[in-house]
Structures are given as structure tokens and as C-alpha cells.
């Protein structure tokens, strides 16, 4: 009985007001310009919250560049004016969610009418272009926490499709990628370069080096594959070998080196001495072929007592 | 009301309500909208507590030590919205080693500020304990203590970094950017297989970087300067006692420093034609003065690397249905280090006294084009081109070859089957090869030519790839995914012979109600190679396998190498009610390496297999207490295990030990208190 009162004195008051008007005062835009005609119904209860837009840089109405949901959207007037003959509403001109029929070019080239230049300049050639990874596949718009922005949570949003990757960087040699220390953008632009694997240096070694540099020389005696391709050597996403090695020394380094010498030695855990280079533990326990060659990426040693082309001093 | 109790805003409803009741509450409505679209702030604080010492779950974070740990976070995002203008601060783990500040400013499309510090541990698994002392110095004494003392294995990492933008117009930008990074601590190092050293890092590294941008309707372009410089306060170490002075001093890193102009752009010859490039210019040098007197007279290496790189592009989209990219890049590394013959050959084993500079010159190449064909199906054929020439030294005691050159293959066909399914198969075909391979060379002798080194042997590699998404309702997405390759290695007779590789994972969400998801994940990942070596060799062959002796003591050997690693995620989140929100995590990380080494000469026992275990299960909960504040309770259970036995039964001459560290259990609890503004 008494939420039937409710809602009745809620009709009156409804009806008086409605009738107190001429006509309805024209709605407010709420966030962006020109967003009334979509905030009459969405709002912050739908699946994708719209006014939260409001919280990010897009909803800087004060830089003249920030777009309108219609820069994104289309004007859409099909969706926003149904047609009477339609049986359901008809989607916007370009919608943005995973299961949406716009093309993922079309999607791309919304957010590309801004945003081309810079670090987005080798957009259309990278792979996630070319594969339609669309730009709404890792960044979220209409939320003030762009999980894909923050180096906490963006390793997830890449692990959604590099699932080796994400079974790699939980090896017991790793980069602090999921302490969100070092995470993926440090390493490549997933907006595309000019480079190999999308890195944001030219080449493997000079992004390695942005935090590795004691690694690049040129030395006295210089190693050749390091100078080529740390790759060649290191899985940077994680291994179960120390100093993210792609395989166990001395195997590591008998892939290379000739078996003349000890060289070809036998990796066991028993025989031989932990001085000797000999088959047995001297090549591969501690640090293996690193118990002598202590300085495997090069050594800068001008002078010769044991060998110093072959690093151990 | 707060996001974080979930509470939703219904504008329609609202808007009749207030009709209802009055304007004083269109007022509410409004603060509520302006909550709603205003950036959002969040402080918390608290405390967590470790119950053991470790060496993985505190790894990067600090948390090492059982004890308590000061758990303090803050975001504070604000925006001036008649101006434009953001300040942004950001603090995390600001109680913990792992701490990271930043404070920026910014007016959007205008100009911006940011000063950034980052500081990152790095405990080693292992622990040392040695009679070593001044392991911290250049000058470490070996046997040095009387007694044994227990000396941590670890790097600290801390950065500063600052830069500035401004847009000069609306279509032209300016960025200056640095970052100074100081990496300071110790790491394993050693000599001889007997003596057991500290490396004592002391790093210094330096980027600057200044660009001018300008972002046209057509053509967009970024130009600039990025140069680096790294200092090593130490650079040596004088290793006393031990094997003695003769592998003493050692070198370690020296001084570096480069210097790159660049300039990047793209342009739209047509909406559907765009062509891209990069020209870069290096120039870096290393003349760091020599830890020892040189014979040459010289005092520094004097090193030289120029480095040019191009690179261009093209992708149009000639029809509807076509599209095609093309692209080009070329790397030129020269090293012009002075060739000098630094001392005369005297000692045993030495092969020359010269230097030995390594230029190396790629060019990649990729033609791909994707058709559109009739049933929404989409077939992406791609050609790639990997060359790689590289000069070779006088004297060189690795099978050898100036260049190798790989050519690959490549076919997909994706569709989205429906709005529910979609997926793609595809092969790749790839063939390395190379010019004739250069014997090993002493000043004396021929040398051996038996092995295929991995990055320059033949290669055949065949890869095929599947991949299927199925969301059935809006409730269910599950993604599979399969990859299978197979290498096969020639060009000598020794060395790698062939492998695979397999990898399967398989993903799915499902939301149990409106507030309630679970997922979860498996992978699996197998690799394998095969390794055919052998001991003592001729010294002087012809690549024949009839070098190796093949005796008991020398034989022909084989390595099965394997790695099978599986990894498995679960986790489930929900709100239970309007306040409260619980998530749970599990997540299992399992890897197996197998050897399997043989034969083996008498009294050397073949490699065993390894195997790391590790799990993290994760349990959290956060209550809003009120519209603002909130509670946050948290448990992690972390294990780790191995069989590892790399350092198992290792002593170095003095007695020292590595202490491997190898079963982790640890319980971490926390609370803290948030506050959202």
C-alpha cells in the first residue's frame, strides 16, 4: 500500500512538473560536448560506464583536441533515432568491444585520426596491425585505469594473447616483470618501429643495453655472438637457467665451440676437479665453462697471461 | 556510493526522482556527476608481515626478511578543468626496496613536466660463504678471513629520470627526456674454477634524449638525439692469493658512451596507402683507460662503433579485400677500432696478441599480403629475408661463415567463423644457409672445422600454428592455442642436429553471476634439441668426424637437451555484497630439464634432470567501511622447490660454498587502510 502511494504521489509530482513547462528545457551535456544526445541514456550503470570517459585525458574539455563521443562513435543517427520499421536498435556507426562487427580498421582509424605521430609512426607495418589487434583490444577508454597504462597490470593485458610469454616470465630466471618492474613497453612498442620484434631500440642488442650497457664495448676481446645478438644466448621472457640462458652450460657453449681442446669435454656431476677443464664437474658445475672464462661478454685486458682471448681476465 | 563499494548511478532514474523531490536534489546529481568524471585519487597504508627468510618471493620487492614491512601506496590524479592542467602523483611501494615515485605535470596539448625514481632489488637465489674479504673493493684477498662469514648476493638498481614536452603548435612537439640509473651491489664472479671472487658492481648509466616531432593529416615525422653514457667505478680487480697474481687484475667493464641522430616519419600517400622510414646514425666509442700497462704503449682501446640503420616501408590497401605491407631495413655496424697487435705471442694456448673488431652488417626484408576471400575467411601469405655478413679475424677458433642468409615462407588463413568463433591455422617454412664455412685458424695451423655453431649453421624449420576462440554466451570465452616446430641443423658435422618445439595453452573466463568470474589457464611448453659433440679432437682436421679419438676416455657423444615447462592459473573474483569484493589466485609453475648425456668417460656420472617447483596462491579481500574508506586484507603462500644441483657438492680452494637456498615456504600477510578522494 504504501509504495503504491509512492509512486502515485510520484506521477502527480511528475505529471505538475512536466505540465509546467512548455516544453522540456534542453539536457545538459554531462562530460563531453555535444554528449547529451547519448547521456540521455547511458550512463554510468551500463556494461561500459561512459561518464568515468570524464576521468581521463579525453575528458580534458579544455584542451581543444579532446574528441566527442561522436569522434569515436559516428554521429550514429540510426542508433540514436531507431527507426520505426527496426525491430532492434541499430549499434553505433563504430563500436568498440571485442564481439563488434566494425572492422578493425575502421575502429584503428578513430583513434588514428589523433593519434599517428610519434611512437605510433610504424602503427600500420607492426604486427599487431597487420594480425587486426585493434587499439580498444589493450586500452580501455572509458575508465580512469587503463590497465594496459599501468605497469602493474599491463603484463596481463599482453598475456591475454602471448601465453608463452606469460608461462616464461614465471621461470626461476626472470626479468621483476610481474612485480611490474620491468614490464613489456619497456622493452617494445607494441605501436610498432622501425627495429626487429617491435623493440623500442633498432635492434635487440641496443635495447638491451639501455639497461645493460656494461655488456656492449667494444672490448679488447670481444666475443662475436654477443656483439651480434643477445638473443643468440638469452631468452630475456624467462628461463630455468641462471642469468636467463636458453640452455645449461657447458651444452650452452659446446652448440659453438669446436671439441679440439676440452672443448668437447663430457658434462658430468662427477669426475674430474672443479680446476680442471677436463670431462667432469669442472665444465659444469658452479658457473661451468664460467669458472675460467669469468668474462664471457668480453674483456678489455690489454695484456696476455693465460689465453686472454678466451676471456678469464 | 564509492567505486569502490560498487555502488551504480543511474541518471534516468535519478533525473525522475529529483523532479519528485525538488532541486535541492539536482544539486546532489550534479556533485555526483562531477564525482564521476573526476579523475580519482587513492592513498593507502598499512602493514605486511613475512614469516621467513627468502630469496624468491622477496626477490625484486626486498621482502626478504621475515619481519614486519611498511606497506604504503599513493595515487593522486588532478585535473584543473578550466585550464586543462594535470598533477599527477604516484607512489608505490614506498615502504618497500622496491619503491617507485613520480610526480608530473601537464597542460594537455600545451606543455608537461615529469621527475621519476625508481629503485629495484635484485637478491640473488644463492648466498656465498667464504673467507673472501674486500669483496665489496677492487681488491679481494681469497682465504683473506680467518673464519667463514655469510655474504649476500645482491644488485640494487636506482634511477632518476626527468623530462619536458612542449607542443610548439598544434601540429609541433619538443621532448627532452634523461635517465640516470646507478646499479651498485655484488654478483658471483670467479677465477680459474678454484678461486671464488665478487664482481663489485658499481655501474653508471646515463640516456638523454631530445626530439622534435610534428604530426600532420598526411605526414608525421620525429627527429632527435639519443645518447648514452655508462661509467664503471670499478673496473678491475686485483685478485690476491688463490691461484695467485697470474689471473690478476681482471677486467672488468670500461666506460662507454654514444651518440645517435635519428629521424623517423610516415606518410599517407592515400587514406589507404602509407609509406614509413627510419634513418639512424651512431656513433659510440669506448677509450676507457686500461686497467694494465700495455705493451703497445697505447692507454686505451680507442674503439669506434659506427652504426647507420634505414628502414623503409609501405602498406596499402589496394581493394576492399587487399591489403599489403612491405618493408625494408638495413643495419650497418662497423666497428673502426684501431687493429693493434697488443703483445707478442709467448704464452702457451695464445693465438694472437691482435684485437679483434666485429662488424656486422643485416639486411630484413618482408613482403605480406592479406586477401579477403568469399565466407569471410582472410589469407595472409608473407615472404621474409634475413641476411647477416660479418667480418672475420686473422685468428679464430670457431667454425666460421661471413654470412648466412634465411629465407622464409609463410601462409595463414584466419576467419571469424561467427560472432562466437573464430580462429586460424597457419605454416611457416624457413631455410637458413650461409657462404662456405672458414676453417678455425691459428698463426700456425689450420685448425678444426667440425662444428656447426647454432646462429650460423644450416637451418630447416617447419612451424604450424593454431588457434581458436569460442565465447558461446556472454558468459563463457574460452581460447585454445597449439604450435608445433620442428629444426633440423646441418652444415659440419658436429654440434646441434635437430629439434622441436610444442607449445599448447588453453584459456577460459566464466561469469558465474553479475558480480561473480572465474578463469583460468594451462600451458605447456616442450622443447628440444638434440647435440652431437665429442671430446679431445684433432686439433687439425678436415671436418670429418674421424678426428674425434672416440676412445673411452674421449668419446662421441650425445646430449639430449629437453625443457617441458608447465605453468597453471586460477583465479576467482566477486563481490559477495555491496561492500566487499574477494579474489583468489593460484598459480603453478612447474619445469622439468633433462640432459641425458652420453656416454660418459669413466668416473663421470651424465647430468641429471633438474626440476623447479614453484606456487603462489594469493587471497584477498577489500571491505569499504565507509563511502570513502576502505579496508584491504591480503595472504600470499609462496613455495618454491629444486633438485638443482649446480652447487650441491661445489667447493672453491678456500673453502667457500654457495649456498643454493633451494626449498622456499613463505607466508605473507597484510592489512591496510585505503582512502579514495
Known sequence: MRTSATVAILIALLAGAASAQDKPAPRKDLVLAGDAKCTRCHDENDTVPVLAIGKTKHGTTADQRTPTCTSCHGESDGHINKPANATERPKPDRTFAKNSKTPVEARNAACLTCHQGGKRIHWMSSMHATRDVACSSCHEVHTGHDKVRDKTTQPDVCFNCHKQQRAEIRRPSRHPTLEGKVVCSDCHNAHGAAGEKMLVRDSINDTCYTCHMEKRGPFVRTHQPVQENCAICHNPHGTVNDNLLKARMPFLCQSCHEPTSHRGGVAGVTGGASSSNASGIGITLARACLNCHTNIHGTNNPKDVGNERTFRR | ?677
Open chain 2, 1 to 677: 556510493m564509492s567505486a569502490r563499494s560498487g555502488g551504480k548511478f543511474r541518471l534516468t532514474a535519478m533525473a525522475a526522482a529529483m523532479l519528485a523531490v525538488g532541486a535541492a536534489w539536482a544539486d546532489e546529481r550534479d556533485d555526483e556527476i562531477a564525482r564521476l568524471k573526476r579523475p580519482d585519487s587513492e592513498v593507502s597504508v598499512g602493514a605486511g608481515y613475512v614469516s621467513d627468510d627468502n630469496t624468491r618471493f622477496g626477490q625484486y620487492n626486498g621482502m626478504t626478511n621475515e619481519g614486519l614491512y611498511l606497506l604504503f601506496d599513493a595515487r593522486i590524479r588532478q585535473r584543473d578543468d578550466a585550464t586543462g592542467k594535470w598533477t599527477n602523483i604516484t607512489g608505490r611501494n614506498l615502504g618497500l626496496e622496491s619503491r617507485e615515485l613520480r610526480f608530473d605535470q601537464s597542460k594537455q596539448g600545451d606543455w608537461g613536466y615529469f621527475i621519476d625514481f625508481s629503485q629495484t632489488p635484485r637478491y640473488s637465489p644463492y648466498t656465498a660463504l667464504t673467507r673472501l674479504t674486500g669483496y665489496d673493493s677492487t681488491t679481494q684477498t681469497v682465504n683473506g678471513a680467518a673464519t667463514p662469514t655469510q655474504v649476500e648476493l645482491k644488485t640494487e638498481r636506482k634511477a632518476l629520470s626527468a623530462g619536458v614536452d612542449k607542443w610548439v603548435s598544434s601540429r609541433w612537439d619538443v621532448r627532452l627526456g634523461t635517465r640516470y640509473e646507478e646499479k651498485t651491489g655484488r654478483r658471483l664472479f670467479g677465477r680459474t674454477g678454484s678461486d671464488f671472487l665478487v664482481d663489485p658492481i658499481d655501474y653508471r648509466t646515463q640516456l638523454y634524449e631530445a626530439s622534435v616531432g610534428y604530426t600532420g593529416e598526411k605526414g608525421q615525422f620525429t627527429g632527435g638525439y639519443y645518447g648514452t653514457n655508462f661509467v664503471n667505478n670499478k673496473n678491475h680487480i686485483d685478485g690476491l692469493g688463490g691461484t695467485g697474481p697470474t689471473y690478476s687484475p681482471i677486467a672488468l667493464p670500461p666506460a662507454s658512451q654514444s651518440h645517435q641522430a635519428h629521424l623517423a616519419g610516415g606518410y599517407n600517400f592515400t587514406p589507404t596507402t602509407r609509406g614509413t622510414y627510419k634513418l639512424a646514425y651512431t656513433h659510440q666509442t669506448q677509450d676507457d683507460t686500461f686497467i694494465d700497462v700495455s705493451t703497445t704503449g697505447r692507454s686505451n682501446l680507442g674503439g669506434v662503433v659506427d652504426t647507420k640503420f634505414g628502414q623503409l616501408g609501405l602498406t596499402a590497401r589496394p581493394t576492399s579485400g587487399l591489403s599489403v605491407v612491405a618493408d625494408l631495413r638495413k643495419e650497418n655496424r662497423d666497428d673502426k677500432t684501431p687493429v693493434v697487435d697488443y703483445f707478442p705471442i709467448t704464452v702457451t694456448g695464445t693465438a694472437t696478441g691482435v684485437n679483434e673488431p666485429r662488424t656486422i652488417h643485416s639486411t630484413v626484408g618482408k613482403l605480406e599480403a592479406s586477401y579477403l576471400l568469399p565466407a569471410a575467411f582472410r589469407l595472409i601469405g608473407g615472404y621474409d629475408y634475413d641476411q647477416r655478413r660479418r667480418n672475420t679475424s686473422d685468428v679464430h677458433v670457431v667454425s666460421y661463415r661471413e654470412t648466412t642468409t634465411e629465407n622464409t615462407l609463410r601462409a595463414e588463413l584466419r576467419r571469424s567463423l561467427s560472432e562466437t568463433v573464430n580462429g586460424s591455422i597457419g605454416y611457416a617454412h624457413s631455410k637458413r644457409g650461409g657462404s662456405e664455412w672458414q676453417t678455425t685458424l691459428t698463426t700456425t695451423a689450420t685448425g678444426s672445422n667440425l662444428l656447426q655453431p647454432l646462429h650460423l649453421a644450416d637451418r630447416e624449420r617447419d612451424k604450424v600454428r593454431a588457434t581458436v576462440g569460442w565465447t558461446p554466451t556472454e558468459k563463457v570465452d574460452l581460447q585454445a592455442r597449439a604450435e608445433y616446430s620442428k629444426d633440423k641443423y646441418g652444415g659440419r658435422t658436429l654440434g646441434l642436429q635437430d629439434g622441436t618445439g610444442q607449445f599448447y595453452s588453453l584459456d577460459g573466463a566464466y561469469r558465474i553471476a553479475e558480480s561473480w568470474q572465474i578463469l583460468g589457464w594451462f600451458s605447456r611448453e616442450d622443447t628440444r634439441a638434440n647435440l652431437l659433440d665429442c671430446a679431445s679432437a684433432a686439433g687439425t682436421n678436415n671436418g670429418e668426424i674421424t678426428a674425434c679419438p672416440n676412445t673411452t676416455a674421449s668419446p662421441i657423444w650425445t646430449a639430449h637437451l629437453r625443457n617441458v615447462g608447465t605453468a597453471i592459473g586460477i583465479g576467482l573474483k566477486g563481490k559477495p555484497t555491496g561492500q566487499l569484493e574477494l579474489a583468489a589466485d593460484f598459480q603453478l609453475s612447474n619445469d622439468r630439464g633433462e640432459f641425458r648425456n652420453g656416454p660418459t668417460p669413466v668416473g663421470v656420472t651424465s647430468v641429471p634432470d633438474t626440476k623447479y617447483n614453484r606456487s603462489v596462491t594469493k587471497l584477498t579481500a577489500t571491505y569499504a567501511m565507509q563511502k570513502n574508506t576502505g579496508l584491504k586484507l591480503q595472504y600470499i603462500h609462496d613455495r618454491f622447490s629444486t633438485n638443482d644441483w649446480t652447487w650441491d657438492t661445489w667447493t672453491y680452494s678456500d673453502g667457500t660454498r654457495i649456498l643454493p637456498n633451494s626449498q622456499q615456504k613463505v607466508d605473507f600477510i597484510a592489512a591496510s587502510v585505503y582512502y579514495n578522494f
